[in-house]
Nanobody, 114 residues
Framework: QVQLVESGGGLVQAGGSLRLSCTAS????????MAWYRQAPGKQRELVAAITSGGVTTYVDSVKGRFTISRNNAKNTLYLQMNSLKPEDTAVYFC????????WGQGTQVTVSS
């Protein structure tokens, strides 16, 4: 059974940084295109950043230049480095496959205060 465990969230002031991690088990992590998603209160879950199995990255316009997605296939781990955080980045952040998602993990809460 696939398990996705996100960590690294927290409370940070606007302009600060956080690094999220996601560890995957029960799946061949290295061959999957992976992504970070977020869901703010009262809003739908949205894709924030994605990375192919070959390392090609894409970002939603609102985080370009501030967030960096990366992966360590040897550790079955996905990362999201978030810099210059804004209050509108406040959400629960999840990782999953880019398509044909597995069951969602619990996510990690990111709260950015103004």
């Amino acid at each position: 059974q696939v398990q996705l465990v996100e960590s690294g969230g927290g409370l940070v002031q606007a302009g600060g940084s956080l690094r999220l991690s996601c560890t995957a088990s029960g799946t061949v992590f290295s061959i999957n295109d992976m992504a970070w998603y977020r869901q703010a209160p009262g809003k739908q879950r949205e894709l924030v950043a994605a990375i192919t199995s070959g390392g090609v990255t894409t970002y939603v316009d609102s985080v370009k230049g501030r967030f960096t997605i990366s992966r360590n296939n040897a550790k079955n781990t996905l990362y999201l480095q978030m810099n210059s955080l804004k209050p509108e980045d406040t959400a629960v952040y999840f990782c999953n496959r880019r398509a044909f998602q597995h069951a969602w993990g619990q996510g990690t809460q990111v709260t950015v205060s103004s």
